[in-house]
């Protein structure tokens, strides 16, 4: 029988029992603040309001100078890197859209959107550094687009997300049921996470590595800011998977049923990764304070998160020291920041 499709649910009992599960409840209607079974989404929700933040606060004329007048070895790194950041946010664009067929709980749906929203504000910030920065920006589309190397350093993530992407149709129109839906679900939220804690903390370790070398600094302080948002983000993907999901008498038995594939996922963005570390530090290219082992060591030590915080195995061994301490110390801490006045609007 095909499936009613509606925008507001005239039957809703939900805000009678309070029961809004983060994703597969009944049908939505009111949006409910009165009832929340997890305040800590909107909480989360409010912080990111309240650092928002435009892609013209930082001055990029420095940077721009930077790209013209630097060696190769330095622009090549930052081209690369750019491209990388630019894609993966885009794909990041699309979480309010991937998850909305299956959530049902008001807070959660708005954290999403809001996370959407900051989404597409990093990706026109990538955009605005080509556009601003970039004599030719032709050249960093076709870094993307005409580079194996970097689409596939996002093949994992986009290949989950692309099967949310269509089990979300099916399921909007009846065609697939909310048990059928419940793995691409799990498998689409892991994806996620991992993108966020892993493949996005490399690519900021790079960034902001040219910027300690006193290259590309506006840029540096963007990317700054799309960071502190993605630690909120991170964030809100472990409490739905850890607390929500891992905890719920539905979810547990699917998660220990498909924990191999999930595990999978983990391993396939961490081996994106380094196969990515190879490359950017092919061909003679190098980096003071930063090189092929270091951003491998600090690959895995982000990923450490990921399979602990879900209950995963890790296949390589932990690694107990951080291996880039100047990173949490000079790019996170806010009261030590100064940026100069050619970086920023006074």
Known sequence: MKKEVTVFNKKGTAHITGDYPI?????????????????Y????????KQLDWSPDDVDLTQTRMDLLRCDSNTRNLMLYNLAYQ??????????????????????????????????????????????QCV????????????HKEVLERASVVGRVLGQLKEVGAKYTLGIMTSDECRPYVLKGMVALYSLECISFMSSFSCTYALAEQEYFVGAARLVQKINIDELIHIEAGRFVLQECMLKDPLWIPLYEEHKEALTEIVDGVVSNELNWNKYLFSGGRSLVG????????????????????????????RTVTDPLPWFAEDWLDINKVQNAAMESDP
């Open 23 to 39: 994703f597969f409840g009944e049908e939505t209607s009111l949006y409910d603040s009165i009832n929340q079974p997890h305040p």
């Open 41 to 48: 989404l909107y909480d989360l929700m409010e912080k990111l």
């Open 86 to 131: 630019w894609e993966l946010d885009s794909i990041a664009t699309n979480v309010a859209s991937l998850l909305a067929p299956f959530i049902t709980n008001s807070e959660y749906g708005h954290l999403v959107q809001r996370i959407s929203e900051n989404e597409c504000n990093h990706s026109v910030t990538y955009s605005n550094i080509v556009r």
């Open 135 to 146: 004599p030719d920006p032709q050249e960093v589309f076709d870094l993307v687009f005409k």
């Open 290 to 317: 930063l090189n092929e082992g270091l951003l491998n060591d600090w690959t895995r030590f982000n990923a450490q998160d990921v399979y602990d915080n879900l209950g995963l195995k890790q296949s390589f061994r």
